[in-house]
């Protein structure tokens, strides 16, 4: 699968021998991938892309658990998985540059769904997390966070989703007005 590190180039994917395979029982015709070692992948042509967005805060840290865990839940979406990972950058720290790659593919409709392992990960403050979800919301992105029960893909917005992004951005707001109080 193709990723994107934090210097933001491209990696390129294993090569794979492609061939057409029936359609699935919901009528998605999919492909087969045998990569060099030998395993068997099978994915739907139609399916959505999805960004999986890793973030380690020092560079002692890894993102393999953060990988591993949203790679599986790509896989049994049937989303096709495009790696972008930041290494040794703070939450806190706007300026991302595999977030910011990131975000860009979302707003040119390159990507459909954003996966993240918690929203810190994207994020640290509230301000910045509201800022990112209405930008998804307006290229109509959808945000994946298994591990927090949000998932606002494909018009799944579930009542725990809809809550923790209207509380997110309810404080967001709070904020805001209270900055302009203040000046």
């Known amino acids: ?22 359609k699935s029982p919901r009528g998605v015709l999919q492909k087969q991938l045998r ?11 139609n399916s959505p892309k999805a960004a999986i967005y890793l973030r380690a805060s020092t560079d002692e840290q890894n993102t393999d658990l953060q990988r591993s865990e949203l790679l599986a839940q790509a896989s049994l979406r049937g ?11 703070s939450g806190a720290n706007f300026d991302r540059p595999a977030l910011n790659q990131l ?6 409709g390159r990507i459909k769904v954003i996966m993240a392992w918690k929203l810190d990960r994207i994020g640290r403050s509230t301000q910045h997390l509201a800022g990112i979800i209405n930008r998804l919301l307006k290229a109509d992105v959808g945000l994946v966070v298994p591990s927090q029960g949000i998932d606002t893909s ?30």
């Open 35 to 45: 990569g060099t070692a030998g395993g068997n992948q099978v994915i739907a042509i």
């Open 1 to 22: 699968f193709p990723s994107h590190d934090n210097t933001g180039q491209k990696g390129s994917p294993t090569s794979a021998l492609h061939r057409q395979l029936p």
């Open 103 to 108: 975000l860009a593919d979302a707003d040119a």
């Open 154 to 183: 494909a018009g799944s917005m579930n009542p725990a989703s809809k809550l923790q992004l209207n509380v997110l951005a309810a404080v967001a707001a709070f904020e805001r007005d209270l900055i302009s109080e203040r000046t």
């Open 79 to 89: 989303w096709i998985p495009e790696i972008y990972e930041d290494h040794g950058m």
